[in-house]
């Protein structure tokens, strides 16, 4: 088995393509970073508003730190790495087919079970190095151009502040919870190309349903709030910000406190949920695919 | 001799339309085996049931003595195949795809190992090179180095020879023999090309429609004692119907428009052709019909 994912994840970091996400991903971080380093004045003074008297005193240098540009850039793109993602689970069975050599690595001395398992677990393991290359990049890297400092989260009608060194665990947890929603994301691409005998086609859906599941994710309409909210796995994989909403008493903050933990463990057991549904439809029909590309 | 593979009932409908129907036949240990039949005539289809890629709809599958549906990793692992077209990884090179098919055989080959492999399909020279600038005939090579590189008992070829130019051909068909006569390999081979299946051939399995019509060594069903004729008459309809009430009725093959063919016993042919004119029938003319394209095309015209 391990011998088995060796070769798919040899497989995948041999073709160029995968290589993109790592580019594109660099390169948006980067330019964020380039923006906020020149024009963070302004963008903190935007963020602020309408926060009250007592927080325009505060330095912009204080509040643009390193763990602060962290929160933008996971805030922008954790709704887009999923699109990257897609773009290797989406290709794990359907582009074997397109290319022709499905009916080659099906008719190896590997149960098609195996073959699935080691599939998708390689499309994880990119996933996850995909999610550390953002992790060095938006973390490690921000904090090297900005430093650390207090981190201060605006929400609807608060501002959260934690103390720097109750910051970067936050940042481990919000990690471990992006990934269990690329994971989700992966699985969907995933169980869309074993129906496919073309990548395009599985990719292109799973982008189709993140946009769309995302636009009524953010769509402030109470109608939708109940009925179809709570039921996307989009609305489920921003759980990751629940790690930075903290309990406060008499507008104090409290130390290592998360406001709602069960939200958040409810939000990623949802995320797992819908993982193994996918999968389990994906094992389901692979089984008894006929192979005829 | 020991049967390799055991077909019994074999049958596959997608849908509303039978693929394979009823398929019974058996491959014994040794020699090659080709399997012959018109395009859409199920051979792809049986080859993707035998390695386990199709589900059949009903039958049963026995290579090496034990049940396909139970024993698939057992039998697959004694099983070298190209179907169709050899498709490959392009992105990698011809010594990372080998590898990389070795592995998922359960080997782990070293360089010179897999070189070797190579060599014998010529293409050591080139091992480092990616697929994208193969020609067609070395990745068919590559597909076949790839196909042999766990050493298999049994090797299944689907169409091996296509987009291959008379020298590849010729390769292939040296393979095939060195396989099955030197390395005492079973190879079971479908094709549409005749001439060359009569040349490494030893048995033969004809399915038209999905349905097997002729079975048998190609030196009983290309029996030199044994004349294939073609008339051309004015009705091959109303010939066959005069026939049939003859002691020549069980010699007709087929018929189909004007032409009728027939097989009889080479010292029969004169005393047919005498007897016709006493029947007072117009045969416009008359051909000796034995190469194995004549035969296919005999069984499957009509």
Redesign the interface.
């Known amino acids: 088995m391990i011998q088995l994912l060796k070769i798919e994840i040899f497989k995948i970091f041999k073709r160029p393509r995968t290589y993109i996400a790592f580019a594109v991903i660099a390169l948006i971080i980067i330019l964020i970073q380039v923006a906020l380093k020149f024009g963070g004045k302004e963008y903190v003074g935007l963020m602020m508003s309408g926060m009250g008297d007592s927080f325009e005193e505060i330095p912009t240098k204080i509040i643009l730190n390193g763990y602060l540009v962290c929160f933008v850039i996971l805030n922008l793109l954790l709704i887009h790495i999923p699109i990257l993602v897609a773009l290797v689970s989406g290709d794990a069975i359907a582009g074997e087919a397109n290319m022709g050599t499905l009916r080659l690595i099906a008719s190896k001395p590997v149960s098609r079970i195996q073959l699935l398992i080691v599939k998708f677990a390689a499309s994880v393991f990119y996933t996850m190095i995909l999610l550390i290359w953002v992790a060095v990049l938006a973390l490690f890297l921000s904090i090297l151009l900005f430093g650390v400092n207090w981190l201060g989260v605006p929400r609807e009608l608060q501002f959260n502040v934690m103390e720097s060194d109750d910051v970067l665990w936050r940042y481990g947890l919000a990690f471990c919870f992006a990934a269990i929603g690329l994971i989700c994301v992966a699985s969907l691409a995933f169980m869309l190309s074993v129906f496919s005998d073309n990548s395009i086609g599985p990719i292109v859906t799973t982008v189709c349903v993140i946009i769309v599941f995302t636009i009524l994710t953010q769509m402030q309409i109470p109608f939708y709030d109940e009925t179809i909210k709570p039921y996307l796995f989009t609305t489920h994989m921003l759980g990751w910000k629940g790690f930075f909403y903290v309990k406060a008493v008499d507008g104090v903050t409290e130390k290592g406190s998360i406001e709602n933990l069960s939200a958040i463990l409810k939000s990623a057991a949802i995320l797992i949920g819908y993982t193994a549904a996918f999968l389990g439809i994906a094992f389901w029909y692979f089984k008894r695919k006929n192979i005829l590309s | 001799m020991s049967s390799i593979i055991d077909v019994r009932g074999l049958t596959k409908s997608?849908n509303e339309i039978t693929a394979v129907d009823d398929l019974t036949f058996t491959v014994n240990e040794k020699g090659v085996y080709g399997f012959l039949g018109q395009n859409g005539a199920g051979k792809s289809t049986t080859i993707?049931m035998l390695?386990?890629?199709?589900?059949p709809t009903s039958g049963e599958i026995r290579i090496f003595g034990l049940d396909l549906s139970t024993h698939?990793?057992?039998i697959?692992?004694r099983?070298g195949?190209i179907?169709?077209?050899?498709?490959?990884?392009?992105?990698?090179t011809a010594i990372?795809n080998l590898n990389?098919?070795a592995?998922?055989?359960?080997l782990k080959l070293k360089r010179k190992q897999l070189m070797d492999k190579l060599e014998k399909v010529g293409l050591a020279e080139r091992a480092d090179s990616k697929i994208k600038t193969y020609s067609q005939g070395m990745k068919q090579r590559l597909g076949i180095a790839?196909a042999l590189v766990h050493d298999p008992d049994l090797i299944i070829l689907d169409e091996p020879m296509n987009g291959l130019d008379p020298q590849g051909i010729a390769d292939i068909r040296q393979l095939i023999n060195h396989l099955s006569k030197d390395q005492g390999k079973t190879v079971f081979i479908s094709s549409h090309l005749l001439s060359e299946m009569e040349q490494v051939a030893d048995s033969l399995l004809i399915i038209h429609k999905g349905k097997k019509i002729a079975e048998g060594r190609m030196n009983e069903l290309l029996n030199p004692d044994q004349s294939r004729i073609e008339l051309e008459t004015r009705s091959a309809k109303e010939l066959e119907l005069l026939l049939k009430q003859t002691s020549w009725a069980d010699k007709i093959i087929s018929t189909n428009g004007q032409k009728i063919i027939m097989q009889m016993k080479r010292e029969e042919v004169p005393v047919f052709i005498r007897q016709m004119a006493e029947m007072k029938q117009d045969i416009f003319s008359i051909h000796k019909k034995n190469s194995l394209e004549d035969y296919f095309l005999a069984l499957t015209s009509h």
């Open positions: 997608f993707r390695l386990s890629l199709i589900r698939r990793k057992e697959l692992q099983i195949a179907i169709e077209k050899p498709d490959l990884y392009k992105y990698l990372e990389l098919f592995a998922m055989s359960g790839v």
